[in-house]
């Protein structure tokens, strides 16, 4: 691997902007230090051992065994006298009661950090069991909102699938598979202590889960730049813009070579950055709208979370096309490098072609832009409806009312 080269980042000190200015004030704090590159897992076991000698080891279905990061893992974590306990099974969304049984299993056994090897899904599912460690209470109820996380025992993880930006951010998303509710659980407690990115690891992820990854990742930083009310703000839609751009050219270098290392490294870069905080810092007006919206449907069933925004991204936009027509049409000169295409169209049609020119270049790298593409014939649209109005309160979304969810969900028929 070339670029970017093996880095260890720590911030622990908040930053604060204060202006009279369309970037608002705001705080932000990345407690999590980051070692990136080749071999960086070298430093794993000195690193967890600053936590305790009693680790819960967290993971998923097995690929990290096929990949041989497990291995690495365990040799690291035997070296510096670690004892562990294994939590295999780590569902791609992952459930709540998967996460209880983690709890019950950490609790018993004494651990006193928890170590998550996977992606996204697996460094939710513990977070979720880093705080139940420290809570009596029901574990669902910090989803719910009811109670807010006041301590989580410290958590080290290892990403191998960069999408959720679980690594270096302070948010956990669950689904109750009794309820079908998805929701998520957020607190500086929570954030990793220390975060591990090898690129190399990344090389055997299959081009459909990379796609999903990438999607995930653009949608990040999109929700942002299209939700915004300030007039002008260069530096954050510069960011954006360019780490956007990042994510494009990269997925197609891997569509003509999957293990291309330069395109590896700026997916998994990307992936940690996107929705880490600081593309958001201080954007008037930022939401998750389409978060909101796309949390139900991999609820109800059970995809990919990258397939389901790629779903409702379209949809969305095409419902808000009149107001932010003019985000729509920048995304497209920016990042879709659509300028001359644009430039032959009139004014009243260029953000419809935008919207086309995106949903084309999801279909090309295999992701869905319809319930009927992503094999979805009769979505409970009433039901999704009720989730995301739950999902408005709990995020402090406004605008959007049950007969306005549903109508973004039947634009994406």
């Not at 202006?19 to 705080?27: A, E, R, T, V």
């Not at 992952?94 to 018993?108: F, M, Y």
């Not at 191998?160 to 689904?175: C, G, H, K």
């Not at 309820?179 to 299959?206: C, G, N, Q, W």
Request: aromatic share 8%; glycine share 8%; hydrophobic share 40%.
């Amino acid at each position: 691997m070339k670029n970017p080269k093996n880095c260890c980042i720590l911030v622990t000190q908040p930053v604060r902007v204060i202006g009279d200015s369309n970037l608002k004030n705001f705080q932000l704090e990345l407690p999590t230090r980051i070692h990136f590159g080749t071999g960086v897992l070298e430093s794993l076991g000195e690193e967890t051992a600053r936590f305790g000698s009693k680790a819960l080891i967290v993971y998923g279905q097995g690929s990290i065994k096929r990949n041989g990061i497990y291995n690495t893992v365990m040799d690291q974590l035997s070296a510096a006298g670690i004892e562990t306990i294994e939590h295999a099974g780590v569902k791609p969304n992952p459930v709540l009661s998967h996460a209880e049984e983690g709890v019950t299993k950490a609790v018993k056994a004494g651990v006193d950090v928890i170590v998550a090897v996977g992606g996204g899904s697996v460094i939710d599912e513990s977070k979720a069991i880093a705080l139940g460690c420290r809570h009596g209470e029901p574990l669902w109820d910090f989803y719910l909102r009811k109670l807010q996380v006041r301590e989580a025992l410290p958590l080290v993880a290892v990403q191998t699938l960069p999408a959720t930006s679980s690594e270096l951010n302070q948010a956990s998303v669950l689904t109750n598979e009794d309820t079908k509710e998805k929701y998520s659980a957020r607190s500086i407690h929570i954030a990793p202590k220390v975060s591990f990115l090898d690129p190399e690891y990344t090389k055997s992820i299959p081009l459909s889960y990379t796609a999903y990854a990438c999607t995930d990742i653009l949608s990040h930083m999109m929700e942002g730049y299209f939700t915004t009310t300030a007039s002008w703000i260069p530096v954050q839609d510069g960011m954006v813009e360019g780490v956007c751009r990042a994510v494009i050219e990269a997925m197609e270098r891997l569509m003509s070579n999957p293990k291309d290392p330069d395109a590896r490294a700026a997916v998994m870069w990307a992936g940690a950055l996107a929705w880490s905080g600081l593309m958001n810092a201080g954007v008037d007006g930022a939401a998750i709208p389409n978060h909101m919206l796309e949390h139900p449907v991999s609820a109800h069933f059970d995809i990919a979370h990258g397939a389901g925004l790629s779903i409702i991204i379209p949809g969305w936009l095409k419902y808000r096309k009149n107001s932010i027509a003019h985000r729509i049409i920048r995304f497209g000169r920016f990042v879709l490098g659509m300028d001359s295409e644009l430039d032959s169209l009139p004014a009243d049609k260029q953000a419809d072609r935008v919207i086309e020119g995106l949903e084309n270049w999801y279909r090309e790298i295999g992701t869905p832009v319809s319930f009927k593409e992503a094999g979805i014939l009769n979505p409970d649209m009433e039901s999704m409806a009720d989730q995301a109005g739950v999902l408005c309160r709990h995020w402090g979304i406004t605008g959007y009312s049950k007969e306005d969810i549903i109508k973004i969900y039947k634009l994406c028929i």
